[in-house]
């Protein structure tokens, strides 16, 4: 019996058979390809390590990959298995190795994977790149542990290809409220004085708490089983690349990469294998051509967490020269996606998400 999805319920579902309109928008390759002509914003159905071998060299800024845990997961039926350290390090080294002569001198990757996962990817990421940094991402959920503490984190590797990289600190600072201005011959240092409080933006650091995974009640998530939400994607691409720049994505799963690279203006390529994750993403691109929001990230900053007020009384003063109907339909709407938020969290906490 099918199931029948709660009201608040967003999750993108459309199962195979009614998602043909989406899968035809997919392309496979059979050749290797001299430029990006054919595989620019489009989404490639197929195993990344023959669709990477068919991709021409040096031809990407960034690439962000996600590939599958070690850990035994089923992608719509396909099973990962949980294999030896050894086995998924050869594993781990043999995508990377496909990967790698596809990214432009100056470019830059991030590899998502959780504590245990850690241990190899950063190891064998070093063999191919300068490793910059390791991110550490407090996710909320995870399931409690009876003899272990529950896992609440989850790594994002950074590294580049050469020293020669684009870094773009304003892009994701964190406007924080400053709660002991410091002033220099009575003027805010470092910090900016509007009528709704003080602010100041903060350079982010290697540890993101900021972000929560996707919760059925927004619009952006999918029945993919681990779905990246579209902020943290945002952050790594607004740090790392420019718009225009061509963003690839290796392990596509629900389609979030290319999603938000089309959201903030640059081109995507992303390979997937499963065809109905290829729907979803396909189905998710089309719904961002009519919305390029991203939840978390409000007209070009990202604000620290609980700070609603904050954020709307900012937007109020930014929107008062214009209609104050304008105004308070998008505070409401805000609100409307911060509490439901709050309200699956809830849930969460509870486990009964
Ligand atoms: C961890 S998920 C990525 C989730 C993605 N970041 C998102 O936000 O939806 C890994 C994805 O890689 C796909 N995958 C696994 N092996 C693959 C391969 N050899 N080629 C292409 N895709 C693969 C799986 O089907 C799965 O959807």
Redesign the pocket.
């Known amino acids: 019996m099918a199931t029948i999805k709660a009201g608040r319920n967003k999750t993108i579902d459309t199962p195979l058979s009614e998602g043909q309109v989406y899968l035809e928008r997919c392309i496979t390759l059979t050749e290797k390809q001299s430029d990006l002509c054919t595989v620019m914003d489009k989404t490639i159905l ?4 023959e669709v990477c071998a068919m991709l021409p060299t040096k031809s990407v800024d960034l690439i962000i990959a ?3 845990y070690n850990l035994t997961k089923s ?2 039926g ?1 099973t ?1 298995f949980k294999r030896k350290d050894a086995d998924y390090e050869e594993y781990t080294r043999q995508w990377l190795s496909t990967v790698k002569p596809l990214l432009k001198d100056n470019g830059s990757i991030y590899v998502c994977c959780d504590w245990e996962t850690s241990l190899i990817i950063g190891k064998v990421l070093s063999e191919f790149f300068c490793v910059r940094n390791r991110i550490t991402w407090q996710r909320e959920k995870g399931r409690g542990a009876k003899a272990n503490w529950k896992n609440g984190m989850e790594d994002i590797w950074f590294a580049t290809n050469s020293n020669d990289y684009a870094f773009n600190l304003d892009a994701v600072k964190i406007r924080k409220k400053v709660i002991a201005p410091y002033r220099v011959d009575g003027k805010p240092k470092d910090w900016t004085e509007t009528e709704s409080g003080n602010y100041r933006d903060t350079c982010p650091s290697n540890f993101w708490d900021d972000i929560t995974i996707p919760f059925w009640s927004m619009a952006e998530n999918t029945a ?1 089983p ?3 939400s579209e902020k943290l994607i945002a952050k790594i691409m607004l740090a790392s690349s420019s718009e225009t720049d061509v963003i690839f994505d ?8 290319s999603v938000v690279a089309k959201k903030l203006k640059r081109h995507y390529i992303g ?4 065809a109905q ?1 290829c729907v979803w993403a396909e189905q998710r691109l089309e719904m961002a051509e009519s919305n390029s929001e991203i939840q978390g990230y409000v007209n070009g900053v990202f604000w620290e967490r609980n700070s609603l007020s904050e954020q709307n009384a900012i937007m109020s003063e930014n929107l008062g020269k214009k209609s104050k109907t304008e105004s308070k339909r998008k505070l409401k709407k805000q609100t409307l996606m911060i509490d439901t938020d709050n309200y699956s969290k809830t849930l969460l906490d509870f486990g009964e998400i």
């Open positions: 197929g195993n990344m390590l996600d590939p599958p992608f719509n396909t990962f993919h681990t779905q990246k290796p392990f596509l799963g629900s389609g979030t990469t390979v997937e294998v499963e994750y």
